[in-house]
């Protein structure tokens, strides 16, 4: 049997990579999410600010509600966390000895840092901000 | 259909390119983005904005970001020379960085090189048409 039409099925998703693994896939999801707003929040802000458009307003509204901003701001955050670790291990490749650990440090920030926008985006949403 | 990959020359391609701009446009963005936030807090953003305003104004120091805030003027500060070379070397970085991740993540999983070449030159277009947008409100706003 060819290595190609081996079935595989559920068995695939246990490739262990580990920590490391699931950071570069968090990574890749975190980064479309951000440039397809960004490019979406160009266009809409292009559509508000010099023609007046209600559909510039439309998207407004969607980037200002509380569940868009804490998906953007876990991509924000995440990506700008693991992107560093990423430059620093690149640029001193003898710290990729400490891999796991600075996958761990790297989580030790974001869970506060995530945290705390969550607190601040939940509380403004209760008190109808 | 599964296809093995072709091992890249070595030297300068556009993979090593796009390799070293990833890393060196990651770090200016967050330098950037340092800069807007130290440069709000000292244009008086502790008492005059929110936390939210504060946080779009970091991302992107584009007085559109602060229009609804407490600042008395918008027109002391806020606009400028200097934030429009922060706002262009952010749109120029932020925008090629994430177009250039967007065609490698679709390259990982296209493995036809005819719609490769198809969409690159899609995402070619649109990374131009989103900069020339964000170029044009920079300098309009």
């Known amino acids: 049997m060819s290595a190609t039409s081996r079935s595989v099925g559920l068995q695939g998703l246990r490739y262990r990579g580990g920590t490391t693994m699931w950071s570069w896939a968090l990574h890749r999801v975190s980064g479309v999410g951000m440039i397809v707003f960004v490019a979406m929040h160009v266009v809409s802000a292009f559509l508000l600010q010099n023609l007046g458009s209600d559909v510039g307003k439309l998207y407004n509204t969607v980037f200002e509600s509380w569940i868009f901003q804490s998906f953007i701001y876990f991509c924000v955050i995440f990506h700008v966390l693991n992107g560093t670790r990423v430059i620093i291990l690149d640029t001193w490749p003898k710290l990729l000895e400490y891999q796991r650990e600075a996958t761990w440090m790297q989580w030790l920030i974001f869970v506060p840092v995530y945290g705390l926008t969550l607190l601040v985006l939940v509380q403004r949403a209760l008190s109808g901000g | ?141």
């Open chain 2, 1 to 141: 259909m599964l296809r093995s990959r072709t091992v890249p020359r070595r030297g300068w391609s556009l993979e090593f390119v796009m390799w070293v701009f990833t890393r060196v446009s990651g770090a200016v963005m967050l330098i950037a983005g340092l800069l807007a936030m130290a440069g709000a807090l000292w244009l008086g953003a502790r008492t005059q904005m929110d936390l939210a305003t504060l946080m779009r104004w970091t991302f992107f120091p584009n007085p559109n970001h602060v229009i609804n805030s407490n600042i008395p003027d918008v027109n002391l500060g806020w606009v400028g020379a200097f934030w429009q070379v922060l706002q262009t070397l952010i749109i120029f970085f932020g925008v090629t960085h994430g177009f250039n991740g967007l065609r490698v993540v679709i390259e990982d999983y296209v493995s036809s090189i005819a719609i490769q070449r198809v969409l690159r030159a899609l995402l070619l277009v649109l990374w131009i048409a989103v900069m020339a947008i964000a170029f044009y409100i920079v300098f309009t706003s």
